[in-house]
DNA sequence: AAATCTCGCAACCGCCGATTA
DNA sequence: ATAATCGGCGGTTGCGAGATT
């Protein structure tokens, strides 16, 4: 009575070998947040960095678990004169797209930005805007808080969540196209079978992360390394967190 | 104890691009 | 060159279990 896409289904999200079942850990659960702000609802690519969990599972737990925290984080952070606003996170419309936690990007829906690069123009972006780095409050700091309000509401908050908000630099991310996304990112999951185009993906990384070497950028591996790597210690989390302004959630 | 509601998760659906015949 | 098939993806639904009334 089964087909064999129905098949191959239960084998990719139940049955294959090492997925991991239960409860999300505060580690994967702050970089499924921070992922899909990156990269919207691309839930294959935020599974290449949670090996041992499926897309199908990321996706569930941000619908069913995520979301409502994030609305509700939203609703206390928000102060009444902000609704409305178009920077204000609305999970009730439209989800789709990068920072489909809704930090509205000059964006349609049909484009939105590449995983990787994206990611490496966030980083920028995190790297010039942390004040923690950056010891002088540049005027043209694009991830500075555009509502002093807002800044004193981040900088106050006591919820893991409020790094979201932080996500605002990411109006400086270009549009890239979506092609650009999938074959850079399938790269970094399991499910490519095809040599030829493991080969071509491997590429595109190099010369990403060669873009970043070049404009004297931290490199995007560190970054990567440390979201494929659980067992980081609390140090070396302490040290990331300081850099981009991270909750120390992990 | 029964009815109703809420929640979480596996499965389904439709679409798209790649591959194969 | 073209149609059929396969594989992958994101959005959505259906159902079982537990909680609540």
Same mark, same amino acid.
């Given at each position: 009575?089964? @087909?064999s896409?129905? @098949?191959r289904?239960?084998?990719?999200?139940?049955?294959? %070998? #090492?997925?991991?079942r239960?409860?999300?850990? %505060?580690? /994967?659960e #702050?970089?499924?947040?921070h992922? $899909?702000?990156?990269l919207?609802?691309?839930?294959?690519?935020?599974?290449?960095?949670?090996?041992?969990?499926?897309?199908?599972?990321?996706?569930?737990y941000?619908?069913?678990h995520?979301?409502?925290?994030l609305?509700?984080?939203?609703?206390?952070? !928000?102060?009444?004169?902000?609704? #409305?606003?178009e920077?204000?996170?609305?999970?009730?419309?439209?989800?789709?797209? &990068?920072?489909?936690?809704?930090?509205?990007?000059? $964006?349609?829906s049909?484009?939105? +930005?590449?995983?990787? !690069?994206?990611?490496?123009?966030?980083?920028?972006?995190?790297?010039?805007?942390?004040?923690?780095?950056?010891?002088?409050?540049?005027?043209?700091?694009?991830?500075? @808080?555009? &509502?002093a +309000?807002? @800044?004193?509401l981040?900088?106050?908050?006591?919820? $893991?969540? /409020?790094?979201i908000l932080?996500?605002?630099?990411?109006k400086?991310?270009?549009l890239?196209?979506?092609?650009?996304?999938?074959a850079?990112f399938?790269?970094?999951? /399991?499910?490519i079978?095809?040599?030829?185009?493991k080969?071509?993906a491997d590429?595109?990384?190099?010369?990403i992360?060669?873009?970043?070497?070049?404009?004297?950028?931290?490199?995007?591996?560190?970054?990567?390394?440390?979201?494929l790597? !659980?067992s980081?210690?609390? &140090?070396?989390?302490e040290?990331?967190? $300081?850099?981009m !302004?991270?909750?120390?959630?992990?």
């Open positions: 009575m089964r @087909c896409k129905s @098949c289904l239960r084998w990719t999200n139940y049955l294959r %070998p #090492g997925i991991k239960g409860n999300f850990t %505060p580690h /994967e #702050g970089m499924i947040i992922l $899909q702000a990156l919207g609802n691309k839930w294959a690519a935020i599974a290449s960095y949670l090996p041992q969990r499926t897309d199908n599972d990321i996706k569930n941000w619908n069913t995520l979301k409502k925290k609305r509700k984080f939203q609703s206390a952070m !928000e102060p009444p004169s902000m609704a #409305g606003d920077k204000s996170l609305d999970f009730a419309e439209s989800e789709t797209g &990068a920072g489909s936690s809704n930090l509205k990007l000059n $964006q349609t049909s484009s939105y +930005a590449s995983s990787t !690069e994206n990611i490496s123009r966030l980083l920028q972006g995190w790297m010039r805007s942390s004040p923690k780095i950056n010891n002088n409050n540049n005027s043209d700091s694009i991830g500075s @808080c555009s &509502a +309000a807002n @800044c004193d981040i900088s106050h908050g006591d919820d $893991q969540l /409020e790094s932080s996500f605002e630099n990411m400086d991310v270009a890239m196209e979506k092609s650009t996304s999938k850079t399938q790269d970094s999951g /399991e499910k079978i095809n040599p030829e185009r080969q071509k590429n595109n990384n190099n010369n992360d060669d873009n970043n070497n070049n404009n004297s950028n931290p490199p995007l591996s560190f970054l990567e390394k440390w979201l790597d !659980e980081s210690s609390a &140090a070396q989390v040290e990331i967190d $300081q850099m !302004e991270l909750p120390s959630i992990f």
